[in-house]
């Protein structure tokens, strides 16, 4: 019973997320309908994963090739999550390109088990799929396929792992650029998770290859060292889910902000980098548009009667800071002032965030760590002191 708990957790966790997200419509948010996907393909996968510890035998040499295939899909598909959520807009065809290898080994491994006998089915589960061993020279040629198919699927994964986790953060961090050189307000928007995540992928794939190194023989008779493992996955995949069902925010909804404040640009003339540095810093030093929580470029755009792209360089190569970094220097600048003249701390430190023009009391406390390295309270501490 207890084996039974261990391996049917990460099972019951990715179909409870995988019913979450597929519950919604396609076009809605299409990120979150393939993470609802890659879900219920990580639950198949460790569906046939709990049959092999379970000991079926039998059965688990019928989902072998099916085990084979979710295996070798799980990277891509996590991939092309966040591709859906940073650069893409709609699914695309070349999209099914990520999945031949899975493609291609499964069925080579179906073929390859149709024609083995019953010793071949037995000596590749208990020498290659328990002890990961090579089968001896004088083996049959169905059993060295299939010992072929399943080493040449476990090189592929570790490669997949390496390379999807790499592509998968690069596109965050870029996105997470785009998004910071158009709104002050990141609150929601930003995929800080992925890094977090990215790492946790990693030391889960590393631990799951030194297991497989070892041999899965070591977990057949050991429910401790089983319940490793399974709890580690189950909680990446409730981390994966729960940061997915809280990422409404997509490049979708990025382009939709970016039409809606479009605008004509009337007057090259005053892009000019100093006419329009000053004239920039006297709408947030003297006018304070940076008290404003949804300020977006595009808004001071239009007062400076500039594009984006302009001001954002210019912002970017002048003050070699980002459009977010530069108007929460201004509030944490601002919400200075605001401890300063408030000794007797009438203000709370809510209080002193909103009126600084801070979306949220957590963005506040990062980017004045970020700008002043302590945090509001150290800072008031001194004032106090």
Request: net charge positive; aromatic share 16%.
């Amino acid at each position: 019973m207890f084996r039974y708990v261990i391996v049917s957790i990460p099972v019951y966790v990715s179909l409870f997320w995988s019913v979450v997200f597929l519950t919604d419509k396609l076009s809605v948010n299409k990120a979150r309908y393939w993470l609802g996907l890659f879900m219920l393909t990580v639950a198949v996968l460790y569906g046939c994963h709990s049959v092999y510890f379970l000991g079926y035998k039998e059965l688990y040499l019928k989902l072998d090739s099916l085990y084979l295939f979710t295996g070798l899909s799980v990277y891509p598909m996590y991939y092309l999550y966040i591709r859906l959520l940073t650069c893409d807009l709609k699914l695309h065809k070349s999209y099914t390109l990520h999945f031949l290898p899975a493609i291609v080994l499964g069925f080579a491994l179906i073929l390859a088990i149709s024609f083995a006998d019953t010793a071949d089915k037995l000596s590749y589960f208990n020498d290659v799929l328990v002890d990961y061993r090579w089968p001896r020279q004088e083996a049959s040629p169905a059993l060295m396929a299939m010992s072929s198919i399943f080493f040449a699927s476990r090189f592929i994964f570790g490669i997949q792992a390496l390379a999807y986790l790499f592509l998968g953060y690069r596109l965050a961090k870029k996105y997470n650029q785009q998004i910071a050189n158009f709104y002050s307000n990141l609150k929601g928007k930003e995929l800080v998770w992925v890094k977090l995540l990215t790492i946790s992928f990693l030391i889960t794939s590393l631990a799951s290859s030194i297991a497989n190194i070892a041999g899965r023989g070591l977990f057949m008779d050991n429910d401790t060292l089983l319940a490793i493992p399974s709890i580690l996955f189950s909680s990446l995949f409730f981390i994966i889910g729960l940061q997915g069902n809280k990422q409404n925010f997509t490049i979708k909804s990025v382009k939709e902000d970016e039409k809606n404040n479009n605008f004509e640009f009337r007057s090259p003339k005053e892009s000019r980098n100093e006419t329009l540095k000053n004239k920039l810093k006297k709408l947030l030093e003297t006018e304070k548009r940076y008290l404003d929580p949804e300020l977006k470029i595009t808004d001071l755009c239009k007062e400076l009667n500039t594009n984006r792209t302009y001001l954002s360089n210019l912002i970017n190569n002048e003050f070699h800071l980002s459009f977010n970094d530069l108007i929460n220097k201004y509030r944490v600048e601002y919400s200075i002032s605001l401890i300063e003249n408030d000794l007797g701390n009438n203000f709370s430190l809510h209080d002193i965030s909103s009126s600084s023009g801070f979306g949220s009391l957590s963005s506040f406390n990062r980017a004045f760590k970020k700008n002043t390295g302590i945090t509001v309270s150290q800072y008031k501490l001194s004032m106090r002191e």
